[in-house]
Nanobody
Framework: QVQMVESGGGLVQAGGSLTLSCAAS????????MGWFRQIPGKEREFVAC????????YYVDSVKGRFTTSRDNAKNTVSLQMNSLKPDDTALYYC??????????????????WGQGTQVTVSS
């Protein structure tokens, strides 16, 4: 089992940048495919990005392509989400997730086994 804690959220103006971090404990993240999701009140949790175990395969939702980059440092047991050119529509609670049954990545929340508590990102216009 793995426990994850997200950090790095906050309030930023449109066009600004934030870097979210996800620190894992309990088991090494190298055994998991890692994903980033976001959610706003009243809506379903939305896929943002995922990265496979080696870090060589990454997938993004179309709305963040070219603006967000995910990476991982298996030695430090961390995963990051660099977010640039932020827009008000990016405002949400951001979660990292770990999937033990995945081989590459998935956009489906049901494919992930462990979740962090989330970190709030608010982008003002």
């Amino acid at each position: 089992q793995v426990q994850m804690v997200e950090s790095g959220g906050g309030l930023v103006q449109a066009g600004g940048s934030l870097t979210l971090s996800c620190a894992a404990s309990g088991r090494t993240v190298s055994t998991y495919v890692m994903g980033w999701f976001r959610q706003i009140p009243g809506k379903e949790r939305e896929f943002v990005a995922c990265i496979n175990r080696s870090g060589l395969l990454k997938y993004y939702v179309d709305s963040v392509k070219g603006r967000f980059t995910t990476s991982r440092d298996n030695a430090k047991n961390t995963v990051s989400l660099q977010m640039n050119s932020l827009k008000p529509d990016d405002t949400a609670l951001y979660y990292c997730a770990a999937g033990s049954r995945l081989s590459s990545g998935s956009r489906n929340t049901r494919d992930y086994d462990y979740w962090g508590q989330g970190t709030q990102v608010t982008v003002s216009s």
